[in-house]
């Protein structure tokens, strides 16, 4: 069946530091793939994304990058803040898109920025 | 408020009971999900809704689970003869459309005696 794997599950970094969590996904016909930030009693917090007919997209602090044919995305964040340490989850939509955009998330990388 | 509201925040209820669980979507959002967080896991997709229909409900475990959206806006996860595994947090989120990128609210921890 469908299946996002993501690594790594633990990453402990020094403030102003960069973090890269990797991902990859299973079904080729998936063709949207959102990073979310969750806290502790929170919700997943979206904060970037990108659709399959992109290579690469950035806001601010935070880059995903997708290859489609090798079928895995990254999350790259630049200059880390001790606010940044959350547990991060990396998404892919499945069935092709198709019933909306049910998503399949991994299992989260909990990042530590220590200052 | 401005964000997907879930209520009760916490529900701890006995084995063999019936439980209720609410989701208000953002206003104006078509497309409504639900998901289940288990502990240290990300969250696994439920069922899905764009208007009051359910339009995709594979992800549903079992007949125990069923939920409901009557008017196209509040949408009710409905659990009957809970078991301990059911313990999980019920996470609810909507989008304008279909699509288009899902918020997520704070969740529903739901814990079975």
């Known amino acids: 069946g469908e299946n996002v794997e993501q690594h790594p599950s633990t990453l402990s970094v020094q403030e102003g530091d960069s973090a890269v969590i990797k991902c990859t996904y299973s079904?080729?016909?998936?063709?949207?793939f959102p990073w979310y930030k969750q806290e502790l009693g929170k919700g997943p917090q979206l904060i970037i994304d990108?659709?399959?007919?992109?290579g690469e997209k950035k806001d601010q602090r935070i880059a995903v990058t997708l290859n489609k044919t090798a079928k895995h995305f990254s999350l790259h964040i630049t200059e880390t803040q001790p606010e940044d340490s959350a547990v991060y989850f990396c998404?892919?939509?499945?069935?092709?898109?198709?019933?909306?955009?049910?998503?399949?998330f991994g299992k989260g990388t909990t990042l530590s920025v220590s200052s | 408020g401005a964000g997907v509201s879930q209520t009760p925040s916490n529900k701890v209820t006995e084995k063999g009971k019936y439980v209720e669980l609410r989701c208000d979507p953002i206003?104006?959002?078509?497309?409504l999900y639900w998901y289940r967080q288990s502990l240290g896991q990300g969250p696994e997709f439920l069922i899905y809704?764009?208007?009051?229909?359910?339009?995709?409900d594979s992800g549903l475990p079992n007949d125990r689970f069923f939920a409901v959206r009557p008017e196209g806006s509040v949408s009710t996860l409905k659990i009957q003869r809970t078991e301990r595994g059911d313990s999980a947090v019920y996470l609810c989120?909507?989008?304008?459309?279909?699509?288009?990128?899902?918020?997520f609210g704070d969740g529903t921890r739901l814990s079975i005696l």
């Open positions: 989120a909507s989008s304008f459309q279909a699509y288009q990128p899902q918020h």
């Open positions: 079904d080729s016909a998936s063709n949207y």
């Open positions: 990108i659709r399959s007919n992109v």
């Open positions: 998404a892919a939509s499945i069935r092709g898109g198709q019933a909306g955009t049910a998503l399949i």
């Open positions: 206003s104006g959002h078509t497309a």
């Open positions: 809704f764009q208007g009051t229909g359910a339009a995709d």
